[in-house]
């Protein structure tokens, strides 16, 4: 059985850096062809993609938050860690966590995906 | 970036009834495209990939078909469990984008 949970903060001050946890079970991030994403979802918005990671440590992010992010994982923890600087409040938002199966570039799909964790970005 | 659409943004429907979300993308994505169900404090659910793959587990009523830039996403009869929020996404190429959602509502 696979599953994904994510944690971390769920109130963040403007300026400060989240850092989020995807802790998994059920699969292994050495395995081919196999990554973690994060996604998030602005309250009344759609999905919007961060951040992949594969397992072979290639790394992806979005355009526009890309200065901002940094993904790593930690095999021996089945752990995947998301740090996004400079908070501000146009980041609240539910974030997923994501298995997704495809090769390096690009995926295929999203299989299993936690239930998301709530951030607010708040003075 | 690919941008994707979907139509319509909600849809107000009966059990029984059957279903259709049109999901466009900007450009074509060949068939790169996967259907999510999200129900709200759920996690997101894989229904279909690459267009017209059925996910394990997914029951049959959900189809989906298309090709170049636009898809459809099919529930043959609605049940009361399908009420949700359904969102179409390209794989085809990063940014990985996903489309606005459709949500099903009950009449």
């Given at each position: ?7 971390g903060?769920?109130?963040v001050t ?7 946890t995807?802790t998994?079970s ?5 395995t ?6 994060w ?6 918005k759609?999905?919007?993609w ?30 995947v ?22 090769l390096?570039g690009?995926?295929?799909y ?14 | ?5 979907q139509?319509?943004?909600?849809l107000?429907?009966?059990?029984g009834?059957?279903?259709?979300i ?8 060949n068939r790169?495209l996967?259907?999510?169900?999200h129900?709200?404090g759920?996690?997101?659910?894989l ?10 587990g997914v029951p ?9 830039a ?8 609605l049940?009361?469990e ?15 984008t996903?489309g606005?959602?459709?949500r099903?509502?009950?009449?």
């Amino acid at each position: 059985q696979i599953t994904l949970k994510e944690s971390g903060p769920t109130l963040v001050t403007p300026s400060q850096t989240l850092t989020l946890t995807c802790t998994f079970s059920g699969f292994s991030l050495t395995t081919g062809a196999v990554g973690v994403g994060w996604i998030r979802q602005p309250p009344g918005k759609a999905l919007e993609w961060l951040s992949l990671i594969y397992w072979d440590e290639d790394k992806r992010y979005r355009p526009s938050l890309q200065s901002r992010l940094t993904i790593t994982k930690d095999t021996s923890k089945n752990q995947v860690v998301l740090t996004m600087t400079n908070m501000d409040p146009v980041d609240t938002a539910t974030y997923y966590c994501a298995r997704f199966i495809g090769l390096a570039g690009t995926i295929d799909y999203f299989d299993f995906w936690g239930q998301g964790t709530p951030v607010t970005v708040s003075s | 970036d690919i941008q994707m659409t979907q139509s319509p943004s909600s849809l107000s429907t009966s059990v029984g009834d059957r279903v259709t979300i049109t999901c466009r993308a900007s450009q074509t994505i060949n068939r790169y495209l996967n259907w999510y169900q999200h129900k709200p404090g759920r996690a997101p659910r894989l229904l279909i990939y690459k267009t017209s793959n059925l996910q394990y587990g997914v029951p049959s009523r959900f189809s989906g078909s298309g090709s170049g830039a636009e898809f459809t996403l099919t529930i043959s009869s609605l049940q009361p469990e399908d009420f949700a929020t359904y969102y179409c996404q390209q794989s085809i190429s990063l940014p990985i984008t996903f489309g606005p959602g459709t949500r099903l509502e009950i009449k």
